[in-house]
């Protein structure tokens, strides 16, 4: 699990392909692994690219995280204003 598009450092989030700061006024919106209605959303997602596109394999490496994440975590698994 560790194809990550974005991560943190410090306060800020950042684009992991080149570690430039998103500024803050751009919306962001984020899927937890925890979310039951996670997968199903990221796949609808990706189902609007191209397979054979870059976009749409890197979603895929999510997939497999986020599939991986509720095979290994079922207790963890919630809605999102169940989950922590």
């Not at 943190?8 to 950042?14: F, S």
């Not at 998103?22 to 191209?50: E, G, H, N, W």
Request: charged share 20%; proline share 7%; glycine share 4%.
């Amino acid at each position: 699990m560790n194809n990550r598009v974005f991560h943190i450092i410090g306060n800020g989030l950042v684009l992991s392909k080149n570690n430039a700061f998103i500024p803050d006024k751009v919306p962001v919106f984020i899927l937890r692994a925890c979310d039951t209605q996670a997968l199903s959303t990221i796949r609808v997602y990706q189902s609007t690219m191209p397979p054979t596109s870059e976009g749409w394999k890197i979603i895929q490496n999510v997939i497999d995280d986020f599939t991986k994440f509720k095979q290994e975590n079922p207790k963890l698994m919630g809605k999102p204003n169940e989950v922590y």
